[in-house]
């Protein structure tokens, strides 16, 4: 329990979860729509955000968030012929986290082997995490209405990526080497959909549609797995290979019926 010095429950003095502590934010951001010409409009938002957690206390956990973000869009009408759209976006997080190696077998007693503050030696030390995570995506579309207020066809791409590393520092030299994490939690998303909408009488309407997809998924945690561990221990550990296989191609079709009343 919390303030307990004869085990793990003096650690808990010093743990806050950040999603049920005391945070400090400040939040900006900026909006700009312009429309220069009758048939094109622009849009751009911009976002910054910082989080801290239990400012100024020793924590371990997480302790303060950084994020930025930036997305655009441009949309223009070709007369009645058809309508392009493009849009962007990038994203940056960063969360620091604050780590305490306990010191099992190390002088001075639980007081002090579970103490962030006490000094660090070969067996207890801190150490702590910048974790970053960076966002791209980028697509486009257009729109053909074919038959005036009848038919109305519509194609659109996108492409998603995330990029994730982990920076690792300890505050002694002579503990373990630590290795910097340089592939956490990447993905690539890439999409391509068209669909055809037809007012078949004024309440009622058809939607057929189409979308390929195409995901992959790169973490450090899945590197090399294998679901038979220790294969020449006579006890060995079993994996059911669950969240393993990330990667896939997906082909959806769908027809819609709409009425309205």
Do not use: C
Not at 202 to 207: D, I, R, V
Not at 212 to 226: C, G, P, S
């Amino acid at each position: 329990a919390e303030g307990s010095g004869s085990g793990v429950g003096y650690l808990n003095r010093y743990w806050r979860n950040f999603d049920a502590t005391d945070k400090k934010q400040q939040k900006v951001s900026l909006g700009v729509n312009v429309t220069p010409l009758e048939e094109l409009d622009i849009n751009v938002q911009v976002e910054h955000k910082q989080a801290k957690y239990r400012e100024g206390e020793l924590i371990l956990g997480r302790t303060k968030d950084i994020s930025s973000d930036l997305y655009g869009d441009i949309r223009y009408q070709f007369r009645d012929l058809f309508t392009v759209s493009v849009f962007g976006e990038y994203g940056n997080t960063r969360y620091y986290s604050s780590q305490w190696k306990n010191g099992s077998g190390s002088p001075g007693g639980n007081t002090e082997r579970y103490n962030p503050s006490s000094a660090p030696d070969t067996a207890k030390y801190n150490w702590w995490s910048l974790t970053e995570d960076q966002r791209w995506g980028y697509g486009a579309g257009v729109e053909v209405p074919l038959l005036e207020k009848k038919l109305n066809v519509n194609l659109d791409w996108e492409r998603n990526r995330t990029k994730g590393t982990v920076d690792l520092e300890r505050n002694l030299s002579t503990a373990t080497a630590f290795e910097d994490i340089g592939a956490y939690d990447n993905t690539l998303r890439e999409a391509i959909s068209g669909k055809a909408r037809y007012q078949i009488t004024q309440n009622l309407g058809a939607t057929l549609g189409y979308q390929y997809e195409i995901f992959k998924y790169d973490d450090v945690l899945f590197e090399n797995y294998r679901e038979v561990q220790n294969a020449s221990s006579s006890t060995k550990q079993l994996l059911t290979g669950m969240y393993n296989d990330n990667d896939y191609t997906a082909h959806t079709a769908y027809l819609l019926a709409e009425y309205d009343f």
